[in-house]
Nanobody
Framework: QVQLVESGGGLVQAGGSLRLSCAAS????????MGWFRQAPGKEREFVSG????????AYADSVKGRFTISRDDAKNTVYLQMNSLKPEDTAVYYC???????????????????WGQGTQVTVSS
């Protein structure tokens, strides 16, 4: 089992930037596809971005393409989400998630992810 801890959330004005980090425990991190999801009040948890082994297979939701960048540092067991040009509609709790080891593909489906962090709040003011 992978334990995930997110950090980096906060309050930012529209147009600003934040960088989220997700630190993972476990020896299989480099073999885990990692994803970022978010959940706004009253809404379903939705896929934001995912990254495969060795940084390959990157995918983004259409709503964040061109503004968000996902990356990973396997030496630090950490995945990042750089968020630029933030909009009020990006306000949500952001969750880091991990697929079971050795699944190679990024999935947009939250049920495909086995382990989840506790979430970090991102609030974008207009």
């Amino acid at each position: 089992q992978v334990q995930l801890v997110e950090s980096g959330g906060g309050l930012v004005q529209a147009g600003g930037s934040l960088r989220l980090s997700c630190a993972a425990s476990g020896r299989t991190f480099s073999s885990n596809v990692m994803g970022w999801f978010r959940q706004a009040p009253g809404k379903e948890r939705e896929f934001v971005s995912g990254i495969g082994w060795m940084g390959g297979g990157i995918a983004y939701a259409d709503s964040v393409k061109g503004r968000f960048t996902i990356s990973r540092d396997d030496a630090k067991n950490t995945v990042y989400l750089q968020m630029n040009s933030l909009k009020p509609e990006d306000t949500a709790v952001y969750y880091c998630a991990s697929r079971s080891p050795y699944y190679s593909g990024v999935s947009y489906v939250k049920e495909d992810y086995k382990d989840w962090g506790q979430g970090t709040q991102v609030t974008v003011s207009s």
